[in-house]
């Protein structure tokens, strides 16, 4: 599997996807380079440019890969709707943006409790594949939610195997 932006087959090729995308964040967020950020997340930077080859770019030959603003690439992520978490599959890095953002404004809610890092999310909403999701802004929602541990995830990535994204 060499293409670029290739759809992983497998729980392996999924793991190494979402690592990919992981990678691409950091050089988003931290301006580094590939190789420099694939060092730092552990990850081959051909399997980097595997999975998320559309996304990167290098002005020269000799020259190392750099992070292009935004993508296209499709990427399921955990989303919180008032019946639990959700599978969404969004396809652009500036909407999955959003989607961290909130979550990590959930978590800060639920560890620390304040309630502000949730409320600039209010009225706000997403379309993924035609369907229109608003942000879960209630914090009597979002408490019973992860009283019921239903807001227990291990990352923002919901891994997808063998499907076409």
């Known amino acids: 599997m060499s293409r670029r932006n290739a759809i992983p087959r497998?729980?392996?090729?999924?793991?190494?996807?979402?690592?990919?995308l992981a990678t691409l964040a950091r050089m988003r967020r931290e301006r580094l380079t590939l190789s420099a950020a694939a060092k730092t997340e552990g990850i081959d930077p051909r399997t980097v440019l595997r999975y998320v080859g559309s996304a990167l770019y290098r002005r020269g030959r000799?020259?190392?890969?750099?992070?292009?603003g935004y993508d296209r690439n499709?990427?399921?992520?955990?989303?919180?709707?008032?019946?639990?978490?959700?599978?969404?599959?969004?396809?652009?890095?500036?909407?999955?943006?959003?989607?961290?953002?909130?979550?990590?404004?959930?978590?800060?809610?639920?560890y620390r409790g304040d309630s502000s890092a949730v409320e600039g999310f209010k009225g706000e909403s997403?379309?993924?594949?035609?369907?229109t999701y608003e942000f879960v802004t209630d914090t009597d929602t979002l408490t019973r939610?992860?009283?019921a541990g239903v807001l227990a995830m291990e990352g923002l990535y919901h891994a997808v195997q063998g499907a076409k994204l």
């Open 126 to 131: 997403f379309q993924a594949s035609g369907v």
């Open 62 to 68: 000799d020259q190392d890969y750099r992070a292009t």
């Open 74 to 110: 499709p990427r399921t992520l955990h989303f919180i709707t008032t019946q639990g978490i959700v599978p969404v599959t969004v396809h652009d890095s500036r909407t999955a943006s959003v989607i961290a953002a909130y979550m990590n404004a959930v978590r800060t809610f639920i």
């Open 145 to 147: 939610l992860a009283d």
């Open 10 to 20: 497998n729980q392996y090729e999924a793991q190494d996807r979402e690592r990919a």
